[in-house]
């Protein structure tokens, strides 16, 4: 995976980068999105998408 997936959870949101994993227990609403990274050296990212 290249970005970052952040989890939107009642609690506050968790940001995975590669290689990292989370587990959302059963019944926890929870919201994905995701940061594209392009490698075009803007900082890694272009924006945030519904995952």
Do not use: Q, Y
């Not at 940001?15 to 075009?40: A, C, N, Q, Y």
Request: charged letters at 20%.
């Amino acid at each position: 995976m290249a970005g970052r997936l952040h989890l939107d959870l009642p609690d506050g949101t968790v940001t995975l980068g590669p290689h990292e994993v989370s587990t959302v227990p059963k019944g926890v609403p929870h919201r994905p999105r995701g940061t594209v990274d392009t490698g075009d050296g803007n900082e890694g990212t272009t924006g945030v998408h519904p995952a």
